[in-house]
């Protein structure tokens, strides 16, 4: 038997995740927060006794469930915690849909979705976002999928879909509607649908704590969402998937550390106004993002991309995506690592 035989036969045509590996000294391709990690919950870290690491969590991260709901005016049995927010997407899909069930996602956007739906034997369709980087209603509501998910502000493009579209297509569909909020704390200025969602009973709002708050390496997602759906993610996720550290840093952050979140959120998107004035200034078009992150369409983005990791600088290449071809992502950091990025692009432009 080889080793392609082991794995069930759908799981040979699902990509696996690999990131390409770089040694660039600026490396701005995950969209983390390079402006730093929240204080309190690397305090809350460095606190741990012996029986944290001795003992086994709590199953759901009761601690962190209750700290989420009180700030949000949610039932405790209305949100769902995990091993980041990719493990609450996971379960969501196979808490919601049999093998064989249509997953509508839009295209491009987040590129885990279609993997996991896969995972979980459901069949991704790709919906192109309208040419201002919103999801397509009326296309995603024409699929009849039983999942369809949203992602705003959108992974790669850093553009909206607004709340009133994520109401409809919650309204005018049968599906569960999953919005996945990864980048919302870089956008107050939006509609936070969170507390919202449990009256929706169909809608399942998704955040991490990867992004704004600093905490990648941790782990640690949540879902909030009406109370049977709340708990059939949580049942198809499984026991103990927020480690006993993730959870006492998790709630640390959202304790002590709200102004410090907000304040580095603002800065990423102070620098990411900032780099978008100045491509402009190079003749590129970078998308309207809303996240920490700048999307900006060009010719060539392999290309491009390699160019500027010989100038130690890596980014995200996206090449051939429905609506907006070859694009760059670049992650926000401190303006002076950018300012190298946006001097590095016009050399190599010039
Ligand atoms: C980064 C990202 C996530 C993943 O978050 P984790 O909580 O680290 O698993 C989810 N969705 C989108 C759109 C992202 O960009």
Request: hydrophobic residues 45%.
């Amino acid at each position: 038997m080889t080793s392609l035989e082991i794995g069930r036969a759908s799981l040979r045509d699902v990509p696996t995740y690999s990131p390409d590996v770089t040694s660039c000294a600026v490396d701005l391709r995950d969209n983390i927060n390079l402006f730093g990690t929240s204080p309190s919950a690397l305090a809350a870290v460095r606190a741990v006794d012996a029986t944290a690491l001795s003992e086994y969590p709590d199953v759901a991260g009761r601690t962190l469930v209750d700290a989420l709901a009180t700030q949000l005016g949610v039932s405790p049995d209305e949100i769902v915690t995990g091993c980041g927010s990719d493990d609450v997407l996971d379960a969501a899909i196979r808490a919601v849909a049999e093998p064989g069930a249509v997953l509508a996602h839009p295209s491009p956007s987040f590129s885990m979705v279609p993997i996991f739906a896969r995972l979980n034997g459901l069949v991704p369709v790709a919906v192109p976002l309208t040419a201002d980087g919103s999801a397509d209603a009326d296309a995603m509501l024409a699929t009849g999928a039983r999942i369809i998910y949203l992602c705003s502000p959108n992974n790669p493009t850093g553009t909206i879909t607004d709340a009133n579209i994520v109401r409809r297509i919650v309204r005018e569909s049968s599906a569960i509607v999953i919005l996945d909020g990864a980048y919302a704390e870089f956008a107050p200025e939006l509609e936070d649908l969170r507390s919202d969602a449990p009256a929706l009973e169909r809608l399942l709002v998704v955040r991490t704590f990867s992004k704004a708050w600093g905490l990648a390496g941790l782990r640690v997602g949540y879902g909030v969402g009406g109370r049977a759906l709340a708990q059939a993610v949580q049942k198809s996720r499984g026991p103990y998937k927020l480690n006993t550290v993730a959870e006492r840093a998790a709630v640390a952050a959202l304790t002590h550390d709200d102004a410090w979140m907000r304040a580095q959120a603002s800065a990423a998107v102070e620098c990411r106004d900032r780099a978008v004035r100045e491509l402009r200034t190079l003749g590129l078009s970078p998308l309207d993002s809303r996240g920490n992150f700048v999307c900006v369409p060009v010719t060539n983005a392999r290309t491009m991309a390699d160019a500027l990791a010989t100038r130690g600088i890596a980014v995200r290449a996206f090449t051939g995506l429905p609506v907006f071809g070859d694009v760059l992502r670049i992650g926000m950091a401190p303006w002076p690592v950018i300012a190298r990025v946006v001097r590095a692009i016009g050399e190599i432009l010039a």
